[in-house]
């Protein structure tokens, strides 16, 4: 480990090291990259790095201790629910930034029936809402609409190009992409259904051994998020080195994904209500969850 000056608050001394992983890169938890590369991680005393898994790998890994931390809450809430020693500790995208693009010709949910929706994997955040969206509608998944698992959003841009699906689920900036593109936006799901998409998840042997150190990850995260928020052509260029968009694309993604990011660090009771009932229905249960059995916001009061 590093020695680093902790600022005026901290002594001298280790800085902790923090692994994070994420299903995929996402705006979503942009406000993480920022924070780190403004510095504010280690005014705390972390060093942050983060790391790309699939779900259900993140799952493994956060379970078995290999990472600290996912930003992959549907993630971390279904396996919560199912008993794993894991809880949400903060929100920082409190709804989710993916917009449903279509081919010309297909204009609203309804006509999606007997089509082909792409989506990033199965058991992603994309599946998940993809699905939610459907039931809103009263279009079974799988049934009246078949869902393909095609990969990052470049994967989804390439097939919507080629013909190979009609619609997709798809986040900033590839849905910036395909408008520019003549393919229509049907809807923003953020607006439909607002429940929580990115944030940090985690072990209860964490919270109940190391309280301080999730509190400071969290009062870092809440400063990046507040700067990204606040400092928007600051953000736009680092969005744009951090992903090689141009700026037009960069400037759009970020309209989109500013208004997800949480000032706060906690879900809305709306967004928990909506996370809960979702998992009622994907659940088959009678009643929908606690939200306690899934998030602990202790850290953000």
């Known amino acids: 480990m590093m020695i680093s000056l902790i600022g005026q608050r901290m002594a001298a001394g280790q800085s902790t090291k923090i692994h994070i992983s994420a299903p995929s890169m996402s705006l979503s938890w942009f406000p993480i990259h920022l924070a780190r590369e403004k510095g504010f991680y280690r005014s705390e005393g972390l ?20 990472v600290g931390y996912t930003t992959a809450l549907g993630s971390t809430i279904r396996a919560a629910l199912r008993n794993a020693p894991l809880r949400v500790v903060m929100t920082i995208a409190d709804k989710p930034l993916f917009a449903l693009i279509a081919r010309p010709g297909i204009n609203s949910v309804e006509e999606l029936k007997g089509k082909l929706l792409g989506i990033s994997s199965f058991g992603a955040s994309t599946d998940t809402y993809a699905r939610a969206l459907l039931r809103r509608y009263k279009i079974a998944p799988y049934q009246d609409v078949k869902i393909l698992a095609l990969g990052g959003g470049m994967n989804r841009v390439a097939a919507m190009e080629s013909g190979a699906i009609d619609a997709a689920l798809i986040e900033a900036p590839y849905n910036v992409m395909l408008e520019r593109k003549g393919f229509r936006k049907i809807l923003f799901v ?19 051994k190391q309280p301080e150190e999730i509190q400071r990850l969290v009062r870092a995260t809440l400063r ?21 968009m141009d700026q037009g ?27 809960m009932e979702e998992i009622r229905a994907e659940f088959k249960l009678d009643t929908a969850p606690d939200p306690a059995s899934a998030f602990d916001f202790s850290f953000v009061r």
């Open 224 to 244: 990046g998020i507040h700067y990204a928020k606040t400092n928007r052509q600051e953000s736009v260029r680092s969005i744009m080195k951090w992903t090689d």
């Open 190 to 208: 953020g607006d439909l259904i607002p429940s929580p998409l990115a944030g940090f998840g985690t072990r209860l042997e964490k919270i109940q």
């Open 47 to 66: 060093d942050v790095d983060y790391v790309i898994m699939k779900p259900q790998v993140a799952m493994q890994a956060l379970i078995a201790g290999d």
């Open 249 to 275: 694309l960069a400037d759009g993604s970020y309209e989109m994904a500013t208004s997800s990011w949480s000032a706060t660090g906690r879900a809305s009771a709306e967004g928990l209500q909506v996370a």
